[in-house]
């Protein structure tokens, strides 16, 4: 008898995904496996969102917060299998967007993309504001507005400190993907070597042992709800950090073989992150010299400040350093996943003046307008820090839950998908792609629970992390409400007319020469 050998799985040069949107390819195709990986790290950035975030899950519910690390990771790591299974499927520029208007509707799809789009906006300048928590420690030299001790000195500092930085990010993305993934790709590679170094060094000066995780340590007394109440709260911190995975993916239509890449770089970016980043947070706990020096839980201490103390003089500040260059990649890389979302939505018209936003650079390949109008409105936002501090504050935590909220519009579809059979696609498991098989449903489930506790977690009222008055403690449904409130004001009155492939965009009609 003669068996006949199925055929190993094959890709196609051109089995990238778009052309089930019914796009013409367009973007400079050069971004390899690890900078598709440093997108996604740089996006989370283990340096950024840990040594910015430590001193408000610290001085809320002391070393006990830092359990809802892992907690976070579970849930997220979830989401991040779902978006897997999508990246593998459909790894195109704007992601989130295209996954929910494809597994939802076209509303689900728009609603999806402006909260994810307005969120990347806030979000790139609350990571430039993080230049002022790290410049002025390497040199005072760096406080340019007064001394740090006057009433606006601080917050007109961090406003011209991150304007610079907005400004270098929105050059270097106008000039194309290229660019910025060999500085992002170098950033990545310098912070990742810093995180593990930061790490080591600081579990070679424990001072104490485990147990400090397992005690209260008098936090959440005598509020309502006890530690458990102070523990939520807390964990916004790990919460605020680990999103931003799905950039890989965003990155598709310029990566080398997106359909395998983008699934295993969005899982490597969380895992690395995690990982490294969680040794961060447990060692400096156990090495810090003093956990009642109330400097733990305020800017001006947190993470930097027990670094500084563990290490010598110029270990300290050379990691500083290496702190700023992570700040800096992370802006590149939320900057560029915020162009890539804003161009995708323009391509369909589904933005005011989509013909300009989507145009490309002839030179570059990339989309100018829509990284100059992101970088202005960032700095514009930036602005509010100096006289209006706590609804900058305020927009820069709802930035997060919107973020989480659009992530909900992409695996609450996914999972109506599943359950009707329509998802996943057979040519996945055909062609060797990313599938999660029969764990699809739990993980699906697992998901959309996690990011709906979560982003009611993050949106409660309270006056502890919103602060007053009733608007800002209600911010989360006040400031989104009326961020998508303007959004469908658009959609209803002009978009349902105009919404659709520009023609500059769409695919090639069979026997028509496609655009050099």
Not at 85 to 96: D, H, M, Q, R
Not at 189 to 213: C, D, K, M, N, Q
């Amino acid at each position: 008898m003669t068996t006949t050998r199925p055929p190993a799985p094959t890709t196609s040069a051109h089995d990238h995904g778009v052309e089930e949107f019914g796009y013409r390819e367009s973007l400079s195709r050069s971004i390899g496996k690890f900078a598709s990986f440093a997108a996604g790290v740089s996006y989370i950035s283990i340096l950024t969102g840990t040594f910015q975030m430590f001193y408000f899950g610290y001085g809320t519910a002391g070393p006990g917060y830092l359990w809802s690390w892992p907690l976070v990771f579970l849930g997220q790591l979830a989401v991040a299998l779902c978006f897997m299974e999508l990246s593998a499927k459909y790894p195109v520029a704007g992601s989130v967007y295209n996954w929910s208007k494809k597994l939802g509707n076209k509303l689900v799809g728009w609603s999806a993309g402006w909260l994810m789009l307005t969120a990347s906006i806030v979000t790139l300048a609350a990571v430039a504001l993080a230049m002022q928590l790290n410049l002025p420690r390497l040199w005072s030299g760096f406080q340019i507005i007064g001394d740090g001790t006057g009433e606006y000195d601080y917050a007109t500092n961090a406003v011209i400190l991150g304007t610079v930085l907005i400004t270098f990010s929105t050059v270097v993305n106008a000039f194309g993907v290229k660019l910025m993934s060999m500085i992002n790709s170098a950033g990545v590679f310098i912070e990742l070597i810093a995180a593990v170094l930061i790490a080591i060094i600081l579990g070679f000066h424990i001072t104490r042992g485990p147990s400090v995780f397992f005690s209260s340590n008098g936090y959440g007394a005598g509020e309502s709800g006890g530690y458990l109440s102070a523990f939520l709260i807390a964990s916004l911190a790990s919460g605020y950090v680990m999103y931003g995975f799905d950039t890989a993916s965003s990155l598709g239509e310029e990566t080398v073989e997106p359909r395998r890449t983008a699934p295993k770089a969005i899982l490597r970016a969380l895992l690395a992150s995690f990982v490294i980043g969680g040794a961060i947070l447990v060692f400096a706990v156990m090495a810090a010299p003093n956990l009642s020096d109330e400097k733990l839980g305020t800017t001006d201490g947190g993470l930097q400040y027990i670094v500084e103390q563990v290490m010598w003089g110029p270990a300290s500040k050379v990691f500083l350093v290496c702190i700023v260059v992570a700040v800096t990649v992370c802006s590149l890389a939320v900057h560029s996943a915020a162009i890539r979302l804003a161009f995708a939505m323009a391509r369909d018209n589904a933005l005011p003046f989509g013909e300009r936003l989507a145009k490309l650079s002839v030179k570059h390949q990339a989309p100018v307008v829509p990284a100059i109008v992101i970088g202005v409105l960032s700095a514009l936002i930036l602005v509010l820090n100096i006289g209006q501090p706590q609804v900058f504050t305020v927009l820069t935590s709802i930035a997060v839950i919107m973020i989480y909220l659009a992530y909900l519009m992409v695996t609450g579809p996914m999972l109506w998908q599943r359950i009707k059979g329509n998802w996943p696609p057979q040519d996945l498991r055909d062609g060797g792609y990313f599938t999660m098989g029969r764990w699809g449903m739990f993980v699906n489930i697992v998901a959309v629970v996690w990011g709906l506790g979560m982003a009611i977690n993050l949106a409660w009222p309270r006056e502890a992390v919103y602060g007053s008055p009733w608007y800002n403690t209600w911010g989360a449904f006040v400031y989104i409400g009326a961020i998508l409130l303007v959004g469908l004001i658009w959609y209803w009155v002009r978009g349902v007319r105009v919404i659709g492939i520009l023609a500059s965009h769409a695919a090639p009609t069979p026997g028509e020469v496609p655009a050099a």
